[in-house]
């Protein structure tokens, strides 16, 4: 690959202008300025010749390559969020091929080493470009996950709809992961509000299986262990046929159809307790009285 | 040896576990408190584990057995204070504790055993 290097080091002004050129012309610059653009590729040169005089015979995986290797990751971390898309991203590599070939063909004598210096100039190249490709995929994967977490946490809002009664309305389906994070919040919340009745509403709960079932009744045993009283409310007659069809059994839990019922019925608990008091304390001072 | 203090207050037991629960401990707690009830003749048990951090299997069966104890003893048992880990972690166990009462805190659990001791009187008194 000594013809490689040859050019890096000797005609590198040169194949920057050449390659910077087909890079404007070939791909958008999606608010990059050329002079960030021309200021990336000049780096990328300037790493890939210090790394080639190292260990002229170097692929991307090999240790003289760890400097190229992080600013493509670098490239593609920046532009995976500025939203480029991934043939975009693969031309920032493959695009250097052109100019290095036509510089290639002018310096080598004869064929033989003609087609060996293109053969492994090829390799390297299309070993960069993977490995940027792979970079941004990787990044792109981080932000769905990202995104996904922060969806979790927003779709899981525990509202305090009187002193003492909490309401959690669920929306989207329910798996395992999102009832872990539905009893966490919840259970979090009733020791912080010390509340002694939760509802929690399954409005916008497209469907209840056996699965969705057990973990609902898995957050009202917690939260029955943690001594709060769970209502689960907004069962659609649907959803409520579908409970009975696949037998599952809700009897040790308190449903409403509508969160209205369950918060009168929530209000009537809390209230009770000091009620039931007071009406014993009534009949206690009258019980004296004969 | 170490042991958890059972306090007497009035006519109710309070037991506050400050200590993370072996199983020993757990054990010798389950004797102790059906011995005092009896020395006592404690109408409630309040079982105070706020501060309890870990629990295994073995430890959820000891709660649910105090309480069974205290009930075959006609006292009612009301455990407060349990944390969200320690709730998660038992119902993930397959513990639901069923016969057991709860409440948030201490206050509130009070008020429950006063209620349910209150009830009995009045039901003594006012027979149906």
Same mark, same amino acid.
């Given at each position: ?12 002004? *040169?194949?920057?202008?050449?390659? =910077?050129?087909?890079?404007? /012309?070939?791909?958008?610059? =999606? ?7 021309? /200021? ?20 991307? *995986? ?18 995976? #969020? ?11 590599? &493959? ?30 190249? *299309? ?6 490709? /792979? ?10 996950? #990202? ?53 929690? *509403? ?33 069962? #659609? ?18 449903? #409403? ?5 369950? &918060? ?15 009406? &014993? ?10 | 040896?170490?042991?958890? +203090?059972?306090?007497? !207050? ?10 993370? !629960? ?22 409630? @048990? ?7 951090? $870990? ?22 048992? @009301?455990?407060?204070? !349990?944390? +969200? ?9 397959? !513990?639901?504790? %069923? ?6 805190? @201490?206050? $509130? ?17 006012? %027979?149906?």
């Amino acid at each position: 690959m000594s013809l490689l290097v040859e050019i890096l080091t000797k005609q590198q002004a *040169d194949l920057l202008s050449d390659w =910077n050129r087909d890079l404007v /012309n070939q791909t958008r610059t =999606n608010g990059l300025s050329e002079k960030e653009i021309a /200021n990336q590729s000049k780096m990328l040169l300037e790493y890939l010749r210090d790394a080639l005089q190292q260990d002229g015979n170097a692929m991307v *995986d090999a240790p003289a390559m760890s400097r190229v290797r992080q600013f493509l990751v670098d490239v593609a971390d920046a532009r995976a #969020r500025q939203g480029f898309t991934p043939s975009e991203i693969a031309a920032l590599t &493959f695009s250097l091929k052109r100019p290095v070939f036509l510089r290639l063909e002018k310096l080598a004598n004869g064929a033989d080493q003609l087609s060996a210096e293109i053969w492994a100039a090829t390799e390297l190249i *299309d070993g960069l470009g993977l490995h940027t490709l /792979n970079a941004f995929l990787r990044s792109r994967e981080e932000l769905i996950k #990202r995104q996904e977490q922060d969806m979790l946490e927003l779709s899981t809002p525990v509202v305090q709809l009187w002193k003492g009664i909490l309401a959690l309305p669920l929306i989207g389906t329910l798996d395992s992961a999102r009832t872990q994070v539905v009893m966490e919040t919840l259970l979090q919340k009733i020791v912080e509000t010390e509340s002694r009745v939760a509802i929690i *509403d399954i409005t916008g709960v497209p469907t209840v299986d056996t699965l969705v079932a057990q973990h609902l009744l898995k957050t009202v045993t917690a939260a029955r262990l943690m001594g709060a009283d769970c209502i689960i409310s907004g069962i #659609r007659p649907q959803i409520a046929q579908t409970i009975v069809h696949l037998g599952i059994e809700l009897t040790d839990v308190t449903t #409403r159809a509508t969160l209205a019922g369950a &918060f009168q019925l929530a209000l009537q608990r809390t209230k009770l307790n000091a009620a039931a008091l007071h009406e &014993f304390e009534r009949a206690k001072s009258g019980a004296k009285e004969f | 040896m170490e042991r958890i +203090p059972i306090l007497r !207050m009035g006519s109710y037991l309070l037991v506050t576990v400050q200590v993370d !629960m072996h199983d020993q401990l757990a054990q010798q707690l389950q004797e102790d408190l059906a011995v005092k009830i009896v020395q006592t003749g404690a109408r409630g @048990v309040l079982l105070d584990i706020s501060a309890l951090e $870990l629990v295994d299997s073995f430890i959820g069966r000891m709660i649910g057995n105090i309480a069974a104890t205290a009930r075959v003893l006609d006292v009612a048992t @009301v455990v407060v204070g !349990m944390r +969200p880990a320690v709730a998660i972690t038992l119902v993930e166990l397959g !513990m639901s504790l %069923p016969g057991v009462q709860t409440a948030l805190n @201490v206050e $509130l659990g009070m008020e429950l055993l006063r209620d349910r001791l209150e009830e009995t009187v009045f039901n003594d008194h006012f %027979p149906e």
